[in-house]
């Protein structure tokens, strides 16, 4: 089945920025529809960026407001691993959260921003923004 493996999360003060990465291995059939979520302490889940295959198409979550860029590597198609990024700038007290890396074997658009469409997910990764 594979993993979802995240990285680069950390301590970073206000106005810096910070690129997460997810390392996606073992679905080998066509890629999907992945996403970052995040969950801030005593909030629920939220949706902040997803990235379809092949023609990358981005959507992100209001809060983003142009500050964060998600991109996608899908190497090869005998390469079953792939990588999801997240480009942070002019970070935020606010954006204080554990980031989630997810993934959904449809490449619809439909519900990209749902979180129980995602049948795939990381462990998460910790990000802290001090003010």
């Known amino acids: 089945q594979g993993q979802l493996v995240e990285s680069g999360g950390g301590l970073v003060q206000a106005g810096d920025s910070l690129r997460l990465s997810c390392e996606a291995s073992?679905?080998?059939?066509?890629?999907?529809?992945m996403a970052w979520f995040r969950q801030a302490p005593g909030k629920e889940r939220e949706f902040v960026a997803a990235?379809?295959?092949?023609?990358?198409?981005?959507?992100?979550?209001?809060?983003v407001a142009g500050r964060f860029t998600i991109s996608r590597n899908d190497g090869s198609r005998d390469n079953a691993k792939n990588t999801l990024y997240l480009q942070m700038t002019n970070m935020r007290p606010e954006d204080t959260a554990v980031y989630f890396c997810?993934?959904?074997?449809?490449?619809?658009?439909?519900?990209?921003?749902?979180?129980?469409?995602?049948?795939?997910w990381g462990q998460g990764t910790q990000v802290t923004v001090s003010s």
């Open positions: 997810a993934e959904r074997p449809s490449q619809s658009e439909i519900e990209i921003r749902a979180e129980a469409t995602y049948d795939r």
């Open positions: 990235i379809t295959p092949f023609n990358f198409k981005t959507y992100y979550g209001d809060f």
């Open positions: 073992g679905r080998r059939f066509d890629r999907g529809v």
